[in-house]
């Protein structure tokens, strides 16, 4: 019975092990296509993606319009969102270079400041979203994942948690408005017979 007890304790112990470990951006160096911000948030972008609960159910989904812009290496994402209850949402992202080469982002409803850094084709932030809850606001700890999969298209995802509790997730697909002119020859590999 002690040998099944010593057991069960070392396989919830490798169980917590191995749930802790989590990528790091440096993992991505060298993956292509390469996920430069100053080149991807330029411009106009389209945005679709949903929001789940702690269980991975579908509870919103949402449509969105960037704009970003660039200047002197200071960026700015300007972001509306519309959601399927009807709620309109705005964000406005400032990102100035950091010393490690990363960026610092700032916006309205981010409490401080959002840690940003990329490699290869990943961008990974690290923020607290303060967000409606109720009749009142609480805040959230982001962690944001984006990996650039095809020219013009990002897929991001974002772990929300508070109190180190995963409270919900949200993935979505934006997609340069100019992502579309790469669209007529990948349909046209469809019909190419491999060798």
């Known amino acids: 019975m002690k040998k099944l007890v010593l057991l069960g304790f070392i396989i919830m112990v490798a169980g917590i092990l191995i749930s802790c470990s989590t990528p790091k951006i440096e ?3 060298g993956r292509e296509p390469e996920l430069v911000l100053e080149n991807f948030f330029a411009g106009d972008l389209l945005a679709y ?8 159910k579908v509870i919103r989904y949402f449509k969105a319009v960037l704009k970003g812009s660039w200047d002197n290496g200071v960026g700015t994402l300007d972001e509306v969102f519309w959601f399927n209850d009807g709620k309109r949402e705005t964000r406005i992202w400032t990102m100035q270079p950091a010393e490690n080469g ?3 982002g700032t916006a309205p409803d981010v409490k401080g400041q959002a840690h940003i850094r990329s490699s290869g084709n990943a961008v990974h932030l690290v923020y607290s979203l303060i967000v409606p809850y109720k009749d009142s606001t609480i805040t959230l700890s982001m962690d944001d994942w984006m990996y650039q999969v095809a020219p013009g298209i990002v897929i991001n995802e974002t772990a929300m948690s508070k109190w180190g509790f ?3 997730k949200v993935t979505l697909v934006i997609a340069r408005a100019d992502a579309a002119e ?4 990948l349909i046209q590999q469809f019909d190419v017979v491999p060798e």
């Open 27 to 29: 993992d991505y160096q």
């Open 102 to 104: 990363g960026y610092i």
């Open 49 to 56: 993606g949903i929001v789940r609960d702690r269980s991975g």
């Open 166 to 168: 995963n409270v919900g």
């Open 182 to 185: 790469h669209f007529q020859p």
